[in-house]
């Protein structure tokens, strides 16, 4: 499992990437996280090969470093401008999980309970809205308004630690509310 640095945390603050939005990858292999990072429909990750310019880690799911060059976020999130984002919900938890898919999400329900998302087996698709524009950057905005409710979990994935940051424990309705608000 990797840690984002205090560096790392203050970079994403300024670009306005929520640390919900990015993906720890370690311990995957190139194959396996761009399957998971596209089945969840996340833009950028961590815990991979640092750079060769830089040192740093976080990088585009195509594998650029968006510390060297920011102007490949403004390129990823034009790749996510249409699309379905999404409210999965664990009743037995009480995680919450925004997300952002290309494809519709129904499916998805099944891949998170598949995967073990977070550890969780009943995930739920609460909530699901189709945006032509601007999806990736309103899923950020939810991510954004939850962040204080923001709750990494950990657990163990094929034997590697993996740290989900997508995860936010708060009521569903307040969940649900931000949604609506972010996306009306
Ligand atoms: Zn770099």
Not at 91 to 107: A, L, N, T, W
Not at 108 to 134: Q, T
Request: charge should be positive.
């Amino acid at each position: 499992m990797a840690k984002l640095s205090p560096e790392q945390s203050q970079f994403l603050k300024a670009q306005k990437i929520s640390p919900a939005s990015v993906f720890d990858a370690s311990g995957l292999s190139q194959i396996e996280r761009k399957r998971v990072m596209t089945a969840l429909g996340v833009s950028f990750y961590y815990g991979g090969s640092p750079c060769a310019a830089g040192g740093h880690t976080l990088r585009t799911k195509a594998g650029h470093c968006i510390q060297c060059d920011t102007s490949k976020i403004a390129y990823q999130l034009r790749n996510s401008a249409q699309g379905h984002i999404y409210i999965a919900h664990s009743k037995s938890s009480g995680y919450i999980k925004v997300g952002y898919s290309k494809e519709h999400p129904q499916d998805r329900a099944a891949f998170l309970r598949n995967e073990k998302y977070g550890g969780i087996v009943d995930w739920d698709i609460r909530s699901i809205k189709f945006l032509e524009y601007d999806a990736g950057k309103k899923e950020f905005e939810i991510h954004a308004a939850l962040e204080q409710f923001q709750k990494p979990v950990i657990y163990n994935k094929n034997g590697s630690l993996v740290e989900c940051r997508e995860i936010f424990q708060c009521d569903l309705n307040h969940a649900l509310e931000a949604f609506k608000l972010a996306t009306a």
